[in-house]
């Protein structure tokens, strides 16, 4: 079956303890992308790839790290969590991020920094 | 860059009612156009989207959206709503796929039975 595995699907944690949430797509897929979802603020874009080893800041960045070694891997890394990123972290994926293509999504990850 | 107004932030209806979600873009060129939805406690999925072509495009599950360039919207329509249909809703919007994709803050539509 085709998706895309978000690991964990919750993770409290506490201020200062890196963390990385996981991040796999079994479809081939070039681009995959990370956004967080707050109340009244939508989906916003931490981390975009176009494909391996090629990573863009998307519109928050600011305090997470992310990595394409493999296609179908695109980890997410805090290394200092703060409370400010306590949210709702989904990845995505697609056959290509820039030609209208269609996003396919994890099933979040809610992420509390105490 | 590109931005994306959803007008109403939560919109409640009837079961059976007619819905309208609206979105707006800021001016582009030529822009790629997206509905998704949001069930509870799961991801996103596509509902329909523009590219090019007719103005009138036909989604999943009964919705559909028009394309207006000169108001630059994207408004999501649905002729009779189910209870299923309580979700929320995000338009997005790429410049052409030359840019990611730009989501708005998204409406919560809740059908009342």
């Known amino acids: 079956e085709a998706q895309v595995t978000q690991n964990p699907r919750y993770l409290i944690t506490v201020t200062g303890k890196k963390l990385t949430v996981t991040c796999s797509q079994n479809m081939n897929h070039e681009y995959m992308s990370w956004y967080r979802q707050d109340p009244g603020l939508g989906l916003r874009q931490i981390y975009y790839?176009?494909?391996?080893?090629?990573?863009d800041k998307g519109d928050v960045p600011e305090g997470y790290k992310v990595s394409r070694k493999e296609k179908r891997n695109f980890p997410l890394i805090l290394e200092s969590p703060s409370p400010n990123q306590t949210s709702l972290y989904f990845c995505a994926s697609s056959l290509s991020g820039l030609s209208g293509g269609k996003l396919f999504f994890g099933s979040g990850t809610q992420l509390s920094v105490l | 860059a590109q931005s994306v107004t959803q007008l109403d932030s939560q919109v409640p209806v009837f079961e059976e009612a007619p819905v309208e979600l609206r979105c707006n873009y800021s001016s582009s060129v030529s822009v790629y156009l997206f509905w998704y939805v949001q069930y509870p406690n799961q991801g996103l999925q596509l509902l329909l989207k523009?590219?090019?072509?007719?103005?009138l495009v036909k989604g999943i599950n009964g919705f559909e959206a028009e394309f207006n360039k000169s108001q630059t919207s994207f408004h999501l329509r649905k002729p009779s709503v189910h209870i299923s249909d309580t979700a929320e809703y995000f338009c997005?919007?790429?410049?052409?796929?030359?840019?990611?994709?730009?989501f708005g803050k998204g409406t919560r539509l809740s059908v009342i039975a």
């Open positions: 523009y590219l090019s072509g007719s103005t």
């Open positions: 790839s176009m494909n391996v080893e090629v990573t």
């Open positions: 997005a919007v790429s410049d052409s796929g030359n840019t990611p994709l730009v």
